[in-house]
């Protein structure tokens, strides 16, 4: 994405991506079920921020959905070895990590 791809290539996978980032990321007794209306902008030359809506459940067994507004600020700081870090809010719901703290590499 820093290449400027457009966002519409990816955004089925992306949604994806950022909902697991999302549930690893954020303390909440929220389920989150994807993300709509997703936009991207660089920010900086080596940062992403996308924001949306991203589809909330209170949890599985109750039938409540919504939506919350969702942010998520990519920065890759690989140049001073401390990999890609991601920052998300949904809400009032805020997290933080390496992009290996969610996707561990072998």
Known sequence: MLNCEKIEVHKK???FLFEVMTTWLLDCPL?????????SKIRKSRQIIFEG?????RNSNENKEWF???????TDKR???QGIWIKILVGD????GSLEDV????
């Open 13 to 15: 996978e992306l949604s």
């Open 68 to 74: 919350e507004p969702f942010k998520a600020i990519v």
């Open 103 to 106: 996707f561990p590499i072998e």
């Open 53 to 57: 809506k991203m589809d909330v459940l």
């Open 93 to 96: 719901y805020f997290g933080e």
């Open 79 to 81: 140049i001073t070895k």
């Open 31 to 39: 389920t989150f079920d994807g993300l709509t209306d997703l936009t």
